[in-house]
């Protein structure tokens, strides 16, 4: 089993829908990190969180350090949030001194006009 | 600010042959640089941890003769793939953390190199 699981893998849906991405993780955490990449690869930091709730514009991410789960939604969704959303964190305790992130999958979101 | 860079963004090379991938943080100090690798329909996976003027960590698996991590500096890591193999095609991506967020662990991610190897 992956240390960092996301749902749904795949998510299509229209314009204007709101959307959310859930992030479930098996390890103690200092940080959950959601990033956004676009076709071309490259990757785009949306939020580090420890605790509670970000916003940022049509953007809000959330934790709950208890049940180990995170969410990310998108509101008034527009094709151009077309990407992968990615779910990634940091241990709180790294092996061997190297403390990189652990990620998800990813969700794999198309919005359609 | 805190832009990351690479370079290439993409590479061709026959196998047998040496790699090098340039990231460069281009607006701040970065301590502490990361190494990323991801095949085609998979998670990035963490490669190594390269802090500057120190040798790298790697993490399990992955082969530190293979994979050559130089941090000179404050502002740039390199990364070598050493005789280049197909199976070392993926995309290899950096991230930077800012010397002032050591403990916040803010991480700017490079756009990535894609590798392949013929």
């Known amino acids: 089993k992956n240390e960092v699981e996301q749902s749904p893998q795949n998510l299509t849906a229209q314009e204007g829908e709101f959307i959310t991405i859930n992030c479930s993780y098996s390890?103690?955490?200092?940080?959950l990190h959601w990033l956004q990449q676009h076709p071309g690869g490259g990757i785009v930091s949306l939020f580090m969180?420890?605790?509670g709730k970000k916003k940022h514009g049509r953007l809000i991410a959330t934790i709950n350090i208890q049940e180990k789960h995170s969410s990310l939604h998108i509101t008034a969704s527009h094709p151009r949030d077309s990407a992968v959303y990615i779910c990634a964190v940091r241990r709180r305790y790294s092996g061997g001194g190297a403390d990189g992130l652990t990620f998800g999958k990813g969700t794999h979101l198309i919005i359609q006009p | 600010g805190a832009v990351v860079s690479q370079h290439p963004s993409r590479v061709i090379c026959k196998s047998g042959t040496s790699v090098k991938i340039e990231c460069r943080s281009l607006d701040f100090q970065a301590t502490t640089m990361f190494w990323y690798r991801q095949f085609p329909k998979q998670s990035l996976m963490l490669m190594a941890t390269s802090n500057e003027g120190s040798k790298a960590t790697y993490e399990q698996g992955v082969e530190k003769d293979k994979f050559l991590i130089n941090h000179a500096s404050l502002t740039l890591s390199t990364l070598t793939v050493t005789s280049a193999h197909p199976e070392d095609s993926s995309f290899y991506i950096c991230?930077?953390?800012?010397?002032?967020?050591?403990?916040?662990?803010?991480?700017?991610f490079g756009p990535g190199t894609r590798l392949t190897v013929l």
């Open positions: 991230s930077a953390r800012r010397r002032e967020d050591y403990s916040y662990n803010e991480q700017f």
């Open positions: 390890v103690g955490i200092s940080a």
């Open positions: 969180l420890s605790s």
